[in-house]
C-alpha cells in the first residue's frame, strides 16, 4: 500500500511543486511505525536525494531520535507536501490540499500510535489552523485513536540555537510517552 503511494507521489502533477522538482519525496521507514514523524516539506538536499530529512535539520533529527531511544528504522518520516516549495518557503494551502490524500493514505496504512507534526506548517495542517508551536509543542492531543505530540520542526534550533533545549526537552518528553504507551 505505501509503496502504491510512494509512485502516485512520484509521478504527481497535482499542483505547480511538481514542476520545479528534482525528486518527490513520498516518505521513508518503517512500514509499521507506532511513530510517524511528519514535517511541512523537503529541502535542498531532500529535493536531491527523494529521501525526507537527509540535510542540516536531519542530522539534528537523527540526534534527537537516537537521545529518545528510536533509529529512523524504527519510524516512519514524511511531510505535509512531497515536494520542495521554492526556496524553503512555507506550503501554500492549494498545495497541502494537493497532497492531503496522499499523506492522510500514508498515515491509513501505518496505523501509528503516535504522530509527531514537525513545526508550525504540520501543526496546522494536521491539528488546529491557529495553533502556536510556543504553546502546543511538546504536549499530547488525541485524534481518532491517535496521539500526536507536536514538536518544533528540527530546522528551528538550526536558526534559533535557543530553541534546541525545547527540542530536545520535547524529545525526552516523547521517549517517556512511548515508554509507558507502547509497552
Known sequence: ??????EEIRSCTRCA????????????GATDADIVFIGEGPGVQEDRQGLP?????????DELLEQAGLSRAQVFITNIVKCRPPG???????????CRDYLD????????QVIC???????QTLLDPKASMGKVHGRRFERDGILYVPIYHPAACLHNP????ALVEDFEKLKALLERHLQ
Open 117 to 123: 507534526p514537525l513545526g508550525r506548517p504540520a501543526t
Open 88 to 98: 524553503n518557503r512555507d506550503p501554500l494551502p492549494e498545495e497541502i490540499r494537493a
Open 53 to 61: 530529512f537527509v540535510g542540516p535539520a536531519g542530522k539534528v533529527l
Open 1 to 6: 500500500m505505501l509503496e502504491a503511494i510512494a
Open 17 to 28: 511543486l511538481a514542476e520545479g522538482r528534482t525528486n518527490a519525496v513520498p516518505g521513508a
Open 105 to 112: 493514505g500514508q498515515i491509513a496504512a501505518i496505523n501509528p
Open 162 to 165: 535557543n530553541l534546541r533545549p
